[in-house]
């Protein structure tokens, strides 16, 4: 899982990326939470996503936005952030050109990029967002969604408001043809403390049910989170 650093629209993003072991593997990418709460690709909940995806043999990348780490640039708060997320798309799918899809995670402002970019992205087959900021940011771009995915929230988050996130579940799943799995955690607050486990077993427990890369039976991907990259 070397780190990787490759050219975005403002200067050279820092990333961390998986390969994976076989040919023509679907392409997940994972987007953090903003900066100025601490986010960035080493986030505790970047770090469980990107583990979901790489031990479903995904050929999987995270990275820093613009002004973050070691990435160039400034921090701005949205667009620049998903002209990064598209950049870093592009460099995935440059050195991996037989992939059949792409998926796109996020968590709470990394969520709302993703969901841009998916927009953006026709080959984009599936989102998971975790603790989209609906109650801070207007969603409605997402109309029509072009493609089904997971939100998954803390029933206890004080930051992004559980309401507002499943407001924003029934807006898309009221778009015809797109099916939201929306899931709550009724214990966990914005940063999911002590609930890694359930999150993970919510995210395969989705890719499995969407037949998202290999198949990961719930109990044993339990033993996999002391290796998460």
């Given amino acids: 899982m070397p780190d990787v650093i490759f050219a975005g629209p403002a200067g050279r993003l820092e990333g961390r990326?998986?390969?994976?072991?076989?040919?023509?593997?679907?392409?997940?990418?994972?987007?953090?939470?903003?900066?100025?709460?601490?986010?960035?690709m080493n986030n505790a909940m970047t770090r469980l996503l990107y583990q979901a995806f790489m031990v479903r043999g995904f050929s999987v990348l995270r990275f820093n936005f613009?002004?973050?780490?070691?990435?160039?640039?400034?921090?701005c708060g949205e667009e620049g952030e998903i002209a990064d997320a598209a950049s870093a798309l592009d460099w995935m799918q440059d050195i991996n050109r037989a992939a059949p899809c792409t998926w796109v995670a996020g968590y709470s402002f990394g969520a709302l990029v993703g969901m841009q970019l998916l927009m953006r992205r026709p080959e984009v087959a599936g989102f998971v967002?975790?603790?989209?900021?609906?109650?801070?940011?207007?969603?409605?771009?997402?109309?029509?969604?072009?493609?089904?995915?997971?939100i998954l929230q803390g029933g206890q988050d004080t930051i992004v408001h559980e309401p507002a996130v499943a407001e924003l579940a029934r807006f898309i799943h009221a778009q015809k043809g797109i099916e939201v799995d929306y899931r709550v955690i009724s214990q966990a607050n914005h940063f999911f403390h002590n609930c890694g486990e359930e999150?993970?077993?919510h995210v395969?427990?989705?890719?499995?049910?969407?037949?998202?890369?290999?198949?990961?039976?719930?109990?044993?991907?339990?033993?996999?989170?002391?290796?998460?990259?």
């Fill in 17 to 40: 990326y998986s390969h994976a072991k076989v040919a023509g593997a679907p392409l997940a990418i994972v987007l953090h939470p903003a900066p100025k709460h601490g986010g960035d």
């Fill in 66 to 75: 613009r002004g973050v780490g070691r990435s160039e640039g400034e921090f």
């Fill in 129 to 150: 967002s975790v603790a989209p900021p609906a109650n801070l940011h207007d969603f409605t771009f997402l109309a029509p969604c072009p493609t089904p995915g997971l």
């Fill in 199 to 201: 999150v993970m077993r």
């Fill in 204 to 229: 395969h427990d989705h890719l499995n049910a969407a037949g998202a890369g290999r198949r990961v039976p719930l109990q044993a991907q339990q033993q996999r989170l002391a290796g998460a990259a």
